[in-house]
């Protein structure tokens, strides 16, 4: 459905640092930057993150967060471990959530400008 997604973040050299190892150990990378953007994916850019006079202020009750397929239960843990060493919060830490099926397996963390992601293999 999306060809993409793009966020506005307040620093874009800290969320370099911590979207380089929290994607990094998802598989994704950095494929284009420059002094106003970052773009993340596989083979084409999936996330874009931008300067923005106002990004979206964090709000836990919009139930707004960014689902990042993971190939293996180990890389959603080393994603959560990464974000947390990254300077992001932990949001749910890697497990299984039988709520939503038998092998979803998932971790959550918030990132420095409080925008909340997953990473989940099932």
């Given amino acids: 459905m999306f060809d993409h997604i793009s966020i506005g973040v307040h620093d874009l050299a800290r969320s370099r640092r911590f979207y380089d190892a929290t994607l990094g150990a998802l598989g994704y990378d950095c494929l284009s930057a420059d002094d106003s ?22 709000d836990p009750g919009s139930n707004l967060h960014f689902c990042f397929t993971a190939p293996t239960r180990a890389s959603v843990d080393a994603f959560h471990a990464a974000a947390l060493a990254a300077g992001g919060s932990d949001n749910g830490a890697p ?5 939503y099926g038998p ?10 400008d409080g925008y909340r992601l997953e990473a989940y293999c099932g």
């Fill in 103 to 112: 092998s979803y397996y998932a971790a959550f963390v918030v990132d420095p």
């Fill in 37 to 58: 953007s970052l773009g993340y994916g596989k083979g084409a850019v999936g996330l874009w993150i931008g300067t923005a006079v106002a990004p979206v202020p964090p």
């Fill in 95 to 99: 497990g299984l959530r039988e709520a």
